[in-house]
């Protein structure tokens, strides 16, 4: 894809996910030892990336969730408040007094819970996730692209 300034010259390549793995590599890295190092644009990433490739059960269910209050956050930057209300939703239904920073202990909340609940809760999230997952997708690779942290 090129993107063309306002006079037509000067134009500029978009990089690709594949172009962006090294830096997607070193931002995870620095995500796992030390999160509070990353800028906030590579926190976007750190915390966007893994809902696209896994999507929102999987947040809950890996280490994701262990910053939901900044994955809130940054879905609300990238103008995603659709996505950031589902997350709120999940967490009032499941986690009203927070949501643990452990998967284990989120396990155990979500115990007290019957099955048929969870797994509707969980088919309903994942559903409506999964229709803009795609427009995520793109507003990442270009939130990516626009600040130059693929470099």
Known sequence: ???YNCSGLNKK???TREQVQDAWEEIVDIGCSNYE???REQRIWFNIEPLITGGLWDHYMNSGADKNTD????????NFNSVA????KFN????PNGVPEEPDARQEQFDKFTEDKLEDCIEEMDEQFWKISHDLENALLEHINKTGIGK
Not at 85 to 88: S, V
């Open 1 to 3: 894809m090129l993107d």
């Open 92 to 95: 009032k239904t499941f986690f």
């Open 37 to 39: 190092k990353l800028t």
């Open 85 to 88: 209300k589902q997350l709120h």
């Open 71 to 78: 994955t809130i956050e940054d879905l609300e930057y990238l």
């Open 13 to 15: 390549e978009h990089m």
